[in-house]
């Protein structure tokens, strides 16, 4: 298994849409989880910290299963200002999160009118 | 809000050419990181530092690569005889050290210098 494998997509949804993204991460090791997005040829700006089972942040929530070593982000009422590619990002093994990041290769939304 | 920053935005360099890459880091920020994305492909760890040393790095950073903390403020990346596989996006990150903020602090990006070998 790849350490942070995504769904590469691409996702295109109407404005106002719900769209849910998957990751899968290999290192059972690994305590919290980020979720980046990138705009094209953009860096990587940080959307959400991921930790426990889940937390919600205003249209975004993230959830977190360790049985199944499983991510997932929720968009509700999507914006034209979403479309981006979404990067799940893991820590390196160990769990702490300051050693190097191991991006998942990031799932594309296009969010149309 | 504090961010990072790099310069140049755009390097093109002869095959062959030594090459340095710029970044300024958050000024409280103990951790610093090189990563880079190939056109089209993910982001991938290059190497970290703190304390003034390597802390861990990857299989890309091969003796080609070196990084120096040349003052108190810069952060440089240095590719000695470019190769044209080393074109790509490099994206300097910082982050505060365990024990200087709370919980799991995340890695912050500069805006990336696209660097082109020809």
């Known amino acids: 298994r790849k350490e942070v494998e995504q769904d590469p997509g691409p996702f295109n949804v109407p404005e106002g849409a719900t769209v849910a993204f998957n990751c899968t991460y290999s290192?059972?090791?690994?305590?919290?989880f980020f979720w980046y997005r990138q705009d094209c040829r953009k860096e990587p700006k940080l959307l959400m910290s991921?930790?426990?089972s889940g937390n919600e942040d205003g249209r975004f929530t993230a959830q977190l299963n360790r049985a199944s070593q499983y991510i997932s982000l929720l968009i509700r009422d999507s914006k034209l200002s979403d479309s981006a590619t979404y990067l799940c990002?893991?820590?390196?093994?160990?769990?702490?999160?300051?050693?190097?990041?191991?991006f998942g290769q990031g799932t594309i939304l296009t969010v149309h009118p | 809000e504090p961010e990072v920053t790099q310069t140049p935005s755009h390097q093109v360099t002869q095959m062959g050419q030594e090459v340095i890459l710029r970044c300024v880091p958050i000024s409280n920020h103990l951790y610093f990181y090189w990563y880079r994305q190939i056109l089209g492909q993910k982001v991938e760890f290059l190497v970290s530092?703190?304390?003034?040393?390597?802390?861990?790095k990857s299989e890309i950073f091969d003796d080609q690569f070196s990084v120096e903390r040349p003052d108190g403020s810069n952060f440089t990346l240095k590719i000695r005889s470019t190769k044209l596989e080393d074109s790509a996006m490099y994206f300097c990150?910082?982050?505060?050290?365990?024990?200087?903020?709370?919980?799991?602090?995340?890695?912050?990006f500069g805006d990336g210098t696209r660097l082109s070998i020809l």
């Open positions: 990150a910082s982050r505060l050290a365990p024990g200087q903020g709370i919980g799991n602090q995340p890695q912050h």
């Open positions: 290192n059972s090791a690994s305590q919290s």
């Open positions: 990002v893991a820590p390196y093994a160990g769990g702490t999160s300051y050693g190097k990041l191991t």
């Open positions: 530092f703190y304390n003034n040393e390597i802390s861990e």
């Open positions: 991921v930790y426990s």
